[in-house]
Antibody, heavy 117, light 115 residues
Framework: EVQLVESGGGLVQPGGSLRLSCAAS????????MSWVRQAPGKGLEWVAN????????FYVDSVKGRFTISRDNAKNSLYLQMNSLRADDTAVYYC??????????WGQGTLVTVSS | QAVLTQPSSLSASPGASASLTCTLR?????????IYWYQQKPGSPPQYLLR?????????GSGVPSRFSGSKDASANAGILLISGLQSEDEADYYC?????????FGGGTKLTVL
């Protein structure tokens, strides 16, 4: 059974940093692209970033370029999102998601990030 | 103009069919894209339903009933999620998604009410 469990969310002040983690199990993590997707309260889905199977390619939505960094550790079956220079509009539930359209296209339960003073 | 446009809401009766559209921005040809569809119920993460590019390039998500299907309307430059035999449990938000210009892009979502 595919499982994705996010952690690391919380309350942070504007300009602060957080590091999200996603622990994956139930599949061969190193064989799949992985993504972070967020959802602001009461709003729709917004893709944030994704990373290739071996970590060699990474893509980001324009609004987080230069501030967020996606990474992975295939030895630990883990995905990460380092978020710096956080802003109020980064407030959202952040989901870890398996490769779109694949047999591991599942999402975790999400972790809430609140940016507020 | 947004890359993907979905109607904000749609209502249909139990047992009927619902056609949810996902219109691509002018200049982006629907024929060139795989369109992915997700369902999200309140308080839960999204679930993958299916992807559709053509009748020869489509995939149903694991465990997704066959009454969920994908298609395209080239004349409208739109992807379509068809749900037949609507059930109360189909009431949810539905999102379309494409890979465009090195980014995944979601539509704004359609809230489907079954009443």
């Amino acid at each position: 059974e595919v499982q994705l469990v996010e952690s690391g969310g919380g309350l942070v002040q504007p300009g602060g940093s957080l590091r999200l983690s996603c622990a994956a199990s139930g599949f061969t993590f190193s064989r799949y692209w992985m993504s972070w997707v967020r959802q602001a309260p009461g709003k729709g889905l917004e893709w944030v970033a994704n990373v290739k199977k071996d970590g060699s390619e990474k893509f980001y939505v324009d609004s987080v370029k230069g501030r967020f960094t996606i990474s992975r550790d295939n030895a630990k079956n883990s995905l990460y999102l380092q978020m710096n220079s956080l802003r109020a509009d980064d407030t959202a539930v952040y989901y870890c998601a398996g490769e779109a359209g694949s047999d591991v296209d599942y999402w975790g339960q999400g972790t809430l990030v609140t940016v507020s003073s | 103009q947004a890359v993907l446009t979905q109607p904000s809401s749609l209502s249909a009766s139990p047992g009927a069919s619902a056609s949810l559209t996902c219109t691509l921005r002018s200049g982006i040809n629907v024929g060139a894209y795989r369109i992915y569809w997700y369902q999200q119920k309140p308080g839960s993460p999204p679930q993958y339903l299916l992807r559709y590019k053509s009748d020869s390039d489509k995939q149903q998500g694991s465990g997704v009933p066959s009454r969920f299907s994908g298609s395209k309307d080239a004349s409208a430059n739109a992807g379509i999620l068809l749900i037949s035999g609507l059930q109360s449990e189909d009431e949810a938000d539905y999102y379309c998604m494409i890979w465009h210009s090195s980014a995944w892009v979601f539509g704004g979502g359609t809230k489907l009410t079954v009443l």
